[in-house]
């Protein structure tokens, strides 16, 4: 069975940084995309940001392009996202999740993951 840890979250003012991290148990997530989604209160999750599997394109969505990084370290089988300019509509648990191709070229890629979450962390953005 396939789990996934996120971790990194955390009470930031606005314009504040994180990092949060992502590791697998899955034995070929070097072989797939990745992708970040968020939950905040009331809301649906959201795909935000997705790498592919050799690292060589990413995607963000509008609300986090240019604050937002993410990266990835296959040797050590982690996902990363650095957050900086932290604005409170961040505010929500983050996920982590493998999408089903080893692409990540779009907002389409997004809705293409493969229904494995981790229990998420939570990153609460206030003054």
């Known amino acids: 069975q396939v789990q996934l840890v996120e971790s990194g979250g955390g009470l930031v003012q606005p314009g504040g940084s994180l990092r949060l991290s992502c590791s697998a148990s899955l034995g070929t997530f070097n072989h797939y995309a990745i992708a970040w989604f968020r939950q905040a209160p009331g809301k649906e999750r959201e795909g935000i940001s997705c790498?592919?599997?050799?690292?060589?394109?990413?995607f963000y969505v509008d609300s986090v392009k240019g604050r937002f990084t993410i990266s990835r370290d296959n040797a050590k089988i982690m996902v990363y996202l650095q957050m900086t300019d932290l604005k409170p509509e961040d505010t929500a648990v983050y996920y982590c999740?493998?999408?089903?191709?080893?692409?990540?070229?779009?907002?389409?890629?997004?809705?293409?993951?493969?229904?494995?979450w981790g229990q998420g962390t939570q990153v609460t953005v206030s003054s």
């Open positions: 790498i592919s599997s050799n690292d060589d394109s990413t």
């Open positions: 999740v493998p999408l089903t191709d080893f692409r990540c070229t779009g907002a389409g890629s997004l809705a293409q993951y493969l229904d494995f």
